[in-house]
């Protein structure tokens, strides 16, 4: 049942069906079209056979003779003073008596022996005339022929509207067919699948929409990829270091005056994995949506203030100015201020591990026009190329690039940071400072339009 259910379900099984309802609805306003035209045609010539041979009997001269019963059952004769004879005279109406009278031709419908009938008068030189009478059903009884051809022809029109409805099925069911093949390959863990260009516009429109999603896929698998190498470099090498001490405390290789040293080593590499699997954890938990944002009115010049103020001994001790640029009136906000300030707390801590010592870290924030609010963090470290600057938040893309020649963290930080600002409504950009350094910028709505 259900192979037969998905036949009458798919598309060209529905175009089929479909365009034979269309064609046979269309032969059969056809078909009565058809017929009308015909009695109409079939009984105008009747009227037009009946209005000559009435001509030729009045010109014959027998209706001013009012010679009756030799014209047949078809027809009447009208006297001059309105007497009526002849088979027909039951179907001549008193109307139809005074328009001849009047010199006027007839045509009308009427009965003949009780059937329908259609009339034509014809008016004589000194009153009166002759009245044709032919029955519809005698008209009616020729076009037998005729309308059997025409419902043949029509037949055979339904029968070819019917095949090409089952041609273009194959035609168009059959791209469909193969972009649904596609489709499942892609989604059986293969990419760059082959798809043709379609000839016909809106099946194209599907074949490039699975282009570009296969081009997506590749592209996001690429990056995991490089991202879980990534992670798995950086997570080796702390492990690497604690069990190289470990296994040295063990044997009882290292002296006893360096064991301090060597717990300090393995507290600070344990400390180094322990940031980055928090770091995967909030990621995880960023993009899982398991964590609430709690909307708050507050002044983000507090909150620039506090984060100069637990940052300084940092960056005092790495000999790296802090400090910001903030106008003096407040810079409304509504957010979650908890959220905010992990942002810029990130940021400050990038911009400190690329800082070289004797430089400076400013934190500006301000309102460039009406209900929107800025905060940036700007330094004077190696700095971003545009190319750095348009990858500065995928995951792990500036740590892969630049791991061994400069300071990297965990590859995380900036993802992190562009999902949470995200979530906040705002939006951040990376941007190079002219003269060196970086710019991280983040665009906040202002609770103020004012």
Known sequence: MAPRRRLLGSLSARFVLVTFAVALIAVLVTALVAVQVVQTVEQDQARQQLRAQAAALVASGRAAEGRVGVVGDRFAVVSPDGTVTGAARGSVSPEVVRKLQAGKTVSANTTLNGKDAVLVGIPGANGGGIVGVRKVAD???????????????????????????????????????????????????????????????????????????????????????????????????????????????????????????????????????????????????????????????????????????????????????????????????????????????????NALRVAPAGSEIVITGGRPRPGVVDLAVRDRGPGLTPEDASVAFDRGALHARYRGARPVGTGLGLSIAQTLVGRLGGGIQANPVEGGGAEFRVTLPSSDNS
């Open 139 to 349: 008209i009616a009884a020729g076009d037998a022929q005729l309308l059997r051809g025409i419902a043949l022809a029509l037949a055979v029109g339904l029968a070819a509207a019917t095949a090409a409805g089952v041609l273009l099925a194959r035609l168009l069911g059959r791209p469909l067919r193969r972009l649904a093949e596609s489709a499942r390959t892609l989604a059986g863990g293969w990419r760059r699948v082959p798809i043709e260009t379609q000839p016909v516009a809106e099946i194209e429109d599907i074949a490039q929409a699975l282009r570009t999603l296969d081009t997506a896929l590749a592209t996001s698998e690429d990056r995991q990829r490089e991202f879980l190498l990534s992670v798995s470099h950086e997570i080796r090498t702390p492990l690497t270091a604690i069990r190289g001490y470990a296994e040295a405390l063990a044997d009882g290789v290292i002296p006893p005056g360096d064991v301090a040293e060597a717990g300090r080593t393995l507290s600070a590499e344990a400390e180094r994995l322990r940031r980055f699997l928090d770091d995967l954890l909030e990621l995880a938990r960023l993009e899982a949506d398991e964590f609430t944002i709690v909307p708050q009115h507050f002044d983000a010049r507090d909150t620039v203030t506090g984060v100069v103020r637990a940052w300084s001994g940092a960056a005092g001790g790495a000999d790296v100015g802090l400090r910001s640029e903030l106008p003096d009136q407040p810079i409304p906000v509504l957010t979650d201020e908890m959220r905010l300030r992990q942002v810029l707390d990130g940021l400050v801590e």
